[in-house]
């Protein structure tokens, strides 16, 4: 079980941080004050650390700091209000991994912490064990195709080139992303993901470009968006297929003139972003059929990098079983040594729609239920399987 040490001075909050990390499975333990979490984390380790941002004695910032010299291997999450997003930003220059909104969600933290321990596992078992199987930033490889991509990758990396990403859901798009910007001369600033697809069409360029107080109806403050947060560093516009055409031109416009407009503003304000855009479809069909701006996709695609889907490289199937059953094991502490056969040739045969993500639920599930040392097929739960 994941122990997760949360700091907050306010005691509802943290009653209610205990009452919803308890019901995801998580262990936490409960600090009032900076000062009293690093104590505490002097005599044990934990696996993430959630803190709020204004506290008296020591700020969340000062803490952070401290908390890196002490154990920076530890995934540092700041929890904050909507005036201190600035601030916010700028902790993740300083090391954390991401920050939360208040008033946030249980899916919203749910996933953030998912992301900030599995990307600091994924890390730490690159570093720490060598394997067979290559292994670059939750990458796990074997094939020669996806080795020229990682390679493309290293090279586009050290350019401020735009990249496009083309692939299937689940392929790994996202964390190429991260791995690009990660080795990047950009690593030290800010990435942001805009999901295009998730953002409601209305929101989505207040998301982006941001607005100044009366903009609209309820904008009582000014809300920088996700290009000036990324300044410094890395946005990913992920699915940027998916983007409404009358947007897509204001975002040629900033890709030209380095450049952003918030909505209500009369003037411009200069951003030093870098971009990154994913796709699941054939953006060139899209083209030809009047959906996405032509001008825009030549902009985009200036380093193309395509990922192919799982189907095309089965021979890494088995050491992404291996990997997974290792990380899943160690999360849910079993002692699980690996699949068994006819288990291993149910999974070998499955077409996986759903790439990567799908066979890591897939086994992920599958350890849940293991209730030896080896998986077998009565574990497997496919969707096409009755």
């Known amino acids: ?26 262990q936490p333990t409960l600090s009032k004050d900076a000062k009293e979490a690093l104590k505490l984390l002097k005599k044990h380790d934990y696996d993430l650390i959630l803190s709020d941002l204004k506290m008296p004695k020591m700020d969340g910032v000062e803490f952070l700091k401290e908390v890196k010299d002490l154990k920076p291997h530890i995934p540092f999450v700041m929890i904050t209000a909507f005036g201190d997003i600035k601030t916010a930003v700028e902790t993740m220059k300083l090391g954390a991994f991401d ?15 998912e992301m900030a321990i599995s990307h600091t596992s994924i890390k730490q078992t690159i570093q720490n064990k060598p394997a067979t199987t290559k292994q670059k930033e939750g990458f796990v490889f074997k094939s020669k195709a996806m080795e020229n991509i990682i390679t493309l990758a290293q090279k586009v990396a050290q350019t401020d080139a735009t990249v496009l990403l083309i692939g299937e859901s689940g ?44 903009a609209f109806s309820g904008a009582t403050k000014a809300h920088p968006g996700k290009f000036e947060q990324a300044n410094g560093g890395t946005i990913l516009l992920d699915e940027i297929s998916e983007m409404p055409l009358e947007l897509q031109a204001k975002l040629l416009r900033v890709i030209q003139e380095k450049t952003v407009d918030r909505i209500g503003s009369t003037s411009s304000i200069k951003v030093d972003v870098r971009i990154i855009c994913t796709t699941n479809r054939n953006i060139e069909e899209e083209v030809k059929e009047g959906k996405f701006r032509e001008d825009l996709y030549y ?6 990098i395509r990922i192919p889907p799982l189907r095309e490289r089965k021979d890494e199937i088995p050491h992404l079983i291996d ?26 045969n499955y077409p996986w729609p759903g790439n990567i993500r799908e066979l890591q639920n897939v086994i992920e599930r599958a350890v849940v239920l293991c209730e030896g040392k080896y998986i077998t097929k009565d574990d497997i739960f496919l969707h096409n399987l009755g």
């Open 171 to 214: 392929t790994g798009k996202e964390v190429l992303a991260r791995y690009i910007h990660s080795i990047s001369n950009r690593s030290k600033g800010s990435f942001v993901a805009v999901n295009c697809a998730a953002i409601p069409q209305n929101l989505l360029e207040s998301e982006m470009f941001g607005y100044e107080k009366g």
């Open 1 to 26: 079980m994941y122990r997760v040490l949360v700091v907050d001075d306010d005691e509802q909050m943290r009653v209610a941080l205990r009452a919803t990390l308890e019901h995801l499975g998580y």
């Open 299 to 304: 902009r985009i695609s200036v380093f193309p």
């Open 99 to 113: 920050f939360i909104l208040k008033p946030f969600s249980q899916d919203a933290l749910k996933k953030i912490i």
């Open 323 to 348: 990997f997974f059953i290792e990380r899943f094991s160690a999360q849910f502490d079993k002692q699980i040594e690996g699949i068994e056969e006819e288990a291993l040739k149910i999974l070998n």
